[in-house]
């Protein structure tokens, strides 16, 4: 409000995800006028740079023709360097905030701050205690803290972190962010689901087969192999990003769209399901190109050889409720595929009695394209146009950039930044989801980590390890029965 000033922290300020996210999203909320004109941000890291030099390593990242806002943006960009480790730094931190606010802030406007940890996990806790020993707001004003995954490895150790931020910090105070949540069609599932009659009274399991929830990424794990097989792809996308849109797709109406409202539905869904075994999933590791060209996920040499890490995974989920029971929720995510897509598919029971009908009816299927080409479709069976009584496959199709031609779909980080600024925390994981994800996966992971399950070889490029249309098969998926695919509307 107009009545805030804010300080927006980023430390880790010289590392990647500061470039490559923080720092644009937050220029794009400045540029499209959405961040307060009180704000100020301070980067904070280890290397010693004037806040010149820093500026001129994060303007690459901002993309704009407009040379004057780009000006009128770095201008609010400060920078100052010190440990994570040391009392005297945090202190000498807190000085260069307070300093900002002095010169920044108008009369009567309370200071706040948001602390951004865009920091490796094992610096989260030191980093906390010292925050809050030294660099909360004072006089009232409020202390954001944003935090990103890895939130530990397993139940205990995402405890143990839980822990020891509550212990110096209110729930409320804290942002997990899951950068899915913040995504346009992950939270129109709200809207959809919610603000429309028609799909309330078939959201069920009297109406629905099955739900699979997909991600695909064409790209392997070059240059963060070794990052990226300390945690494999279960962690990385199935137990938050996938989890989180279960949840939205399954959860119960909320009472309102208030925060806790909405997180305590889906705290519901989550502690109705069983945890995963591994029986019930698919685990896959990429070999390279059927062409050569591409490498293996092992040809990378930071991935210590031998690694059953596996970096694709399907695995099918039980919600044992009124709504749910005995549906199945398939999850499947990928790197090194043929294709590069987020999306949920509903697939609706056969109709009773479809066999009054000429020709083989498909099963209709409700689309929500989180991306690329974001759009809802929804398959169904029409008339064959003509003098026939052929039904045929065809479609409901609201393809974004046609229904909403020209509308910008806002990045992730920038509306999730957004929400953190007015307070609100319905799109972040609150203490006790978070809990209940890792309950459903730590088994599992146990299991995969000690290299008890030999991930199936696929790959670079192709469709995910063989076997995996049987095991969908297993839990009654159809395919379509022709030759259908959706095609992306191409912009005019
Ligand atoms: C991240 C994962 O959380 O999500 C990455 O760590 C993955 O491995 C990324 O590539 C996908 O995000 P997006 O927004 O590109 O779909």
């Known amino acids: 409000g107009q009545n805030e000033y804010v300080t927006v922290i980023v430390l880790g300020a010289s590392g990647d995800l500061a470039k490559k ?22 980067g904070y890291a280890r290397s010693n740079l004037s806040t010149q ?11 704009d023709s407009d040379p004057q806002r780009i000006a009128a943006f770095v201008s609010k960009l400060h920078y100052t360097h010190g440990s994570y480790d040391q009392p005297q730094d945090y202190a000498n931190l807190d000085k260069a905030i307070t300093q900002l606010e002095n010169t920044h802030a108008l009369p009567g406007q309370s200071k706040n701050r948001v602390f951004y940890m865009a920091l490796p996990p094992s610096v989260f806790i030191p980093v906390a205690n010292m925050l809050h020993a030294h660099c909360r707001a004072h006089n009232g004003a409020w202390t954001r803290v944003i935090v990103e995954k890895p939130f530990g490895k397993d139940l205990e150790s995402s405890r143990e972190l839980g822990r020891a931020l509550a212990a110096n910090w209110h729930e409320h105070e804290l942002y997990r962010i899951d950068h899915y949540l913040g995504k346009e069609m992950v939270k129109n599932l709200i809207s959809l689901r919610f603000a429309n009659m028609f799909f309330g009274a078939v959201w069920d399991r009297h109406a629905i087969a099955n739900v699979q929830i997909t991600f695909k990424e064409m790209i392997g794990t070059e240059g963060r192999g070794g990052y990226f097989d300390e945690f494999g792809i279960v962690r990385d996308v199935m137990q938050n990003h996938l989890l989180q849109i279960l949840t939205l797709v399954a959860m119960d109406r909320p009472v309102t769209l208030l925060a806790d409202d909405v997180r305590n539905e889906k705290v519901k869904v989550l502690r109705c399901m069983r945890p995963i075994k591994t029986q019930d999933m698919v685990l896959g590791q990429y070999g390279p190109s059927e062409d050569g060209s591409k490498p293996g996920y092992l040809d990378d040499k930071t991935v210590p050889a031998g690694s059953k890490t596996p970096t694709y995974a399907a695995a099918v989920m039980f919600i044992d409720n009124d709504r749910w029971s005995g549906v199945p929720f398939i999850l499947r995510c990928g790197k090194a595929l043929n294709e590069a897509k987020t999306e949920v598919r509903i697939q609706f029971r056969d109709v009773p009695g479809g066999h009054m009908f000429p020709s083989t009816l498909s099963r209709n299927e409700l689309v929500i394209r989180v991306q690329p080409k974001e759009a809802v479709y929804l398959k169904l069976m029409n008339k064959e146009p003509g003098l026939g009584y052929k039904q045929h496959i065809a479609e409901l199709d609201m393809t974004y950039h046609e229904r909403y031609e020209g509308v910008r779909i806002p990045d992730a980080y920038e509306a999730l930044l957004l929400d953190v600024l007015r307070g609100d925390q319905a799109n972040f994981v609150r203490d006790d989801e978070l809990d209940a994800a890792w309950s459903l996966f730590t088994p599992a992971l146990h299991e995969i980590d000690a290299g008890k399950i030999d991930p199936l070889v696929y790959p670079y490029g192709s469709r995910g390890p063989n076997g995996l249309i049987k095991f969908m098969a297993q839990y009654g998926v159809e395919r379509d029965r022709t030759e259908y695919t959706w095609q992306p509307k191409t912009p005019k």
């Open 21 to 42: 996210k923080t720092y644009p999203a937050l220029y794009s909320l400045a540029k499209h006028a959405f961040l307060p004109a009180s704000t100020h941000i301070l």
């Open 53 to 63: 030099d820093f500026t001129s390593r994060i303007q690459p990242g901002l993309k």
